[in-house]
Antibody, heavy 120, light 108 residues
């Protein structure tokens, strides 16, 4: 069965960077695009970006362009999301979510979420 | 426009039918998907594309479209359907995702 297992919670200071991992299993890793979505406390969902694990092409939300980088490692079936120049507003639960296919934007499977807290 | 607009809150009596809407210009070009999220849990896909349900989603959930509006209908709402519901689609460029603000469904 498809599983997306994310790395554990992080606490970072403003200005620092954070890198969250998402290890996929149960399917052919390079066949399906992966998205990152975040949710600030008590707020709605926010789409962050998408990666084609086969080749590594990416697209990012304009709001985060320049601060977010999504990469993939096909040898370990893992996708990474790195967010730099952290601000308190970046405090959120970060989710990876597998696409239905090649960029359908239907998010079929979700990781368990990773809480990132930005605090001085 | 890259925005999807949802009503913040909707309520329904147990066993009745409720419709949750999502409005945005991009919905004239792209299908939406709908997600159910309960407190402390990751979202779950309940409807995608042209009224498709993933395996395991009850058939009381259905989707429809009219112009720039997508709708999620729950026919015969159950207590366990009480949750936040989010729509999702592409922005007007088709290259980025965008979520609606979410609708909190209360089952009375």
């Amino acid at each position: 069965q498809v599983q997306l297992v994310q790395s554990g919670a992080e606490v970072k200071k403003p200005g620092a960077s954070v890198k969250v991992s998402c290890k996929a299993s149960g399917y052919i890793f390079t066949t399906y695009y992966m998205h990152w979505v975040r949710q600030a406390p008590g707020q709605g969902l926010e789409w962050m970006g998408i990666i084609n694990p086969s080749g590594g092409s990416t697209r990012y939300a304009q709001k985060l362009q320049g601060r977010v980088t999504v990469t993939s490692d096909t040898s370990t079936s893992t996708v990474y999301m790195e967010l730099s120049s952290l601000k308190s507003e970046d405090t959120a639960v970060y989710y990876c979510a597998r696409d239905y296919g090649s960029g359908s934007f239907y998010l079929f499977y979700w990781g368990q979420g990773t809480l990132v807290t930005v605090s001085s | 426009s890259s925005e999807l607009t949802q009503d913040p809150a909707v309520s329904v009596a147990l066993g009745q039918t409720v419709r949750i809407t999502c409005q945005g210009d991009s919905l004239r070009s792209y299908y939406a998907s709908w997600y159910q999220q309960k407190p402390g849990q990751a979202p779950v896909l309940v409807i995608y594309g042209n009224n498709n349900r993933p395996s395991g989603i009850p058939d009381r959930f259905s989707g429809s479209y009219s112009g720039d509006t997508a709708s999620l209908t729950i026919t015969g709402a159950q207590a366990e359907d009480e949750a936040d519901y989010y729509c999702d689609s592409r922005d007007s460029t088709g290259n980025h995702g965008v979520f609606g603000g979410g609708t909190k469904l209360t089952v009375l």
